[in-house]
């Protein structure tokens, strides 16, 4: 069964160090989003692709958070520098179509970071 | 107000018993409705999703839509101990692009 692919599973880092996590979405998938997700709440959308194009970054902290999709396939997610507060579970989903209101979204595993 | 709300629990079942989770959701245009379940540590998986009103079905789960309230919920009938988990509702977004909102979930507790 395909599935989304993220690594590293597990990231522990300093404060004020650069970080960056990978996401490899299900073959064929145009869509790709971003979440965080701190514990004890629900997934936040970071930021979305349709194909290697950002259609939704407004929750994406753009001073210290980046995200690219160059050839539309996998995508890395940067942070730096890092924060205390960054410390939560980024998780990469992945779906067929962007548009409409009945596409299901496929979560990878998870890269849990700690900011020390 | 939060766009998606779910009561946080912990909702306690004995084994055996029906399961009732819910979620309110304000956007009174979304079409469609998915319930994740997400165990400690794990990423969400898609087990339920309802685009019509009324009740859908498979296998011990509903899950239920009423659009003129905004509530969706889900039943877990005979509930067992691997049921214990935090369930997530999810609400598509009005917009052009696919968009989920999540709720914070329910963490459900079946003890046997």
């Known amino acids: 069964e395909a599935e989304v692919a993220q690594s590293p599973r597990y990231k522990i880092t300093e404060k004020s160090q650069a970080v960056a996590f990978w996401c490899d979405p299900i073959s064929g998938h145009a869509t790709l989003y971003w979440y965080r997700q701190i514990l004890g709440q629900g997934p936040e959308l970071l930021v979305q692709?349709?194909?290697?194009?950002?259609?939704?970054d407004s929750q994406l902290p753009k001073d210290r958070f980046s995200a690219e999709r160059l050839k539309g396939v996998d995508s890395t997610l940067k942070i730096q520098p890092a924060e205390l507060g960054d410390s939560a579970m980024y998780l990469c989903a992945s779906s067929s179509i962007g548009r409409g209101s009945d596409e299901k979204l496929f979560f990878g595993s998870g890269t849990q970071l700690s900011v020390l | 107000q939060k766009e998606v709300e779910q009561n946080s629990g912990p909702l306690s079942v004995p084994e055996g018993a029906i399961a009732s989770l819910n979620c309110t959701y304000s956007?009174?245009?979304?079409?469609?409705f998915f319930w994740y379940r997400q165990y400690s540590g794990k990423s969400p998986e898609l087990i339920m999703f309802?685009?019509?009103?009324g009740d859908k079905e498979d296998g011990r789960f509903t899950a239920q839509l009423n659009k003129a309230s905004q509530y969706v919920s889900l039943l877990i009938r005979d509930s067992q101990p691997s049921d214990s988990a935090t369930y997530l509702c999810a609400v598509n977004m009005l917009g052009g692009y696919n968009k989920l909102i999540f709720g914070a979930g329910t963490r459900l507790a079946v003890h046997p």
């Open positions: 692709f349709q194909d290697e194009s950002v259609v939704d």
């Open positions: 309802i685009y019509s009103n």
């Open positions: 956007d009174r245009g979304s079409q469609s």
